[in-house]
């Protein structure tokens, strides 16, 4: 009666532990990336997602004034916090009425603006940020006569009733760059 193992079948053994734990280790690594992978589109769809959601609630509160007959909100025509946001960014300036007072108060100018990879809003002097690591933001402004501009003139800020919105943000994983573009638009309901 023999006791123990032969080197032969050590060897085999040895190799065949070493086969399995080849394939345990390459599942690891191919479910590494996938997870990798997934992790920077998700982040990626959750940028841009992020972003147009901002815009569009933003949009959708320019000239709003609970006071009906109050004047004076909605887009500021030209450039106000010079100061502060470069001209050269794009930037959106607009009233509402964020206290619900009917009258216009310090509170209810804003200014949406994007620079760098960064969407910001600057309200009483200050500027917060909104969302960061955005490629590419662009707004296209469609006039009441039918004509679209990427930069309103001064004196044809009344006359906006739309903007085109394009949203690009990207992840990089690996030596693989993944992409997200969104397109869309809203139209301004409290501007007449």
């Known amino acids: 009666m023999r006791k123990g193992m032969t080197i032969v079948e050590l060897v085999v053994v040895v190799v065949v532990l ?103 809003k600057h309200q009483n002097g200050n500027s917060s940020i909104l969302v960061t690591d955005i490629d590419r933001l662009l707004f296209v402004y469609h006039y009441e006569d039918g004509t679209t501009s990427l930069a309103p003139a001064a004196g044809t800020y009344g006359s906006i009733k739309a903007i085109g919105i394009l949203i690009k943000a990207s992840s990089t994983y690996g030596n693989k760059t993944y992409e997200k573009e969104y397109t869309g638009g809203i139209y301004f309901r409290n501007v007449n």
């Open 18 to 120: 070493s086969i399995v734990m080849l394939f345990v280790t390459n599942f690891m690594i191919f479910q590494n990336r996938n997870i990798t992978e997934q992790k920077a589109k998700i982040d990626t769809n959750k940028r841009v997602t992020k972003t147009y959601e901002y815009i569009t609630s933003i949009f959708k509160e320019v000239g709003y004034c609970q006071n009906t007959s109050a004047g004076g909100f909605g887009i500021i025509d030209g450039v106000i916090g010079a100061s502060t946001i470069s001209p050269d960014t794009i930037h959106f300036p607009y009233t509402t009425d964020q206290d619900e007072s009917g009258s216009m108060t310090d509170g209810d100018t804003i200014i949406v603006f994007f620079s760098g990879d960064t969407l910001y």
